[in-house]
């Protein structure tokens, strides 16, 4: 009876033991910070995947015009990638960015007002020069090949393209815009040969 009852007892001091240690690991990782969904990204042979910056993601929430503002022009770990003339330029997000959607700019202009909702997206890199060359070339001028910044910007839910488009300024439009960001990824395409 005394092997069973010591048996039991260190048993039972082994369950606590663990018990412990697991909520104390528990504990200790509701500390941190939620990690940041990634941006994945692919130009030919050339990956690179990256979380948002800390300060330009808002886990669930908004980030504010000010925030979302900053987050545009940030050029801390920007991956970079050469891109020649036909290159295809491939966007993978993390599924909780797809959920919402997610936007495409290519030096500050709008691809597209409609957010992707899949979690994979290909893009034309001529197609995506026209684009911006469209809203900054010069009248009667020929268009040049030129760097260009892409931001990859996830809205929220709140995020209403009509109510964007209705806006009565430019500031109002930034407000409505830039507010419904919840997360920003910049990434740089230079031109090649």
């Known amino acids: ?39 994945h990204f692919t130009l030919g042979s050339h990956t690179a995947s990256r979380e948002t910056p800390e300060d330009c993601y808002g886990h669930d929430g908004p980030l504010g015009t000010e925030r979302a503002r900053a987050c545009l022009e940030n050029d801390e770990d920007v991956p970079v990638f050469t891109a020649g003339v036909g290159d295809t330029f491939r966007v993978g997000v ?13 030096n500050g202009v709008l691809y ?3 957010p992707f909702t899949s979690t994979y997206q290909t893009f034309d890199v001529d197609r995506l020069r026209q684009n911006d060359q469209q809203q ?10 030129r760097d260009l910044r892409l931001v990859i910007a996830q809205v929220g839910e709140d995020y209403d393209m009509e ?26 395409l230079e031109s090649g040969d």
């Open 1 to 39: 009876m005394t092997a069973f009852a010591t048996g039991a007892g260190r048993r039972a001091v082994r369950t606590a033991s663990a018990l412990g240690t697991v909520s104390l690991a528990l504990l200790a990782l509701s500390a941190c910070h939620k990690p940041s969904p990634n941006a």
């Open 94 to 106: 993390d599924p909780e960015v797809a959920e919402t959607g997610w936007l495409v700019f290519s």
């Open 112 to 114: 597209d007002a409609n």
């Open 136 to 145: 900054n070339q010069t009248p009667g001028t020929l268009p040049e090949r």
């Open 163 to 188: 109510s964007i488009w209705s806006s009565q300024s430019q500031a109002q439009y930034e407000e409505r815009l830039f507010g419904s960001f919840e997360g920003v990824w910049n990434v740089d």
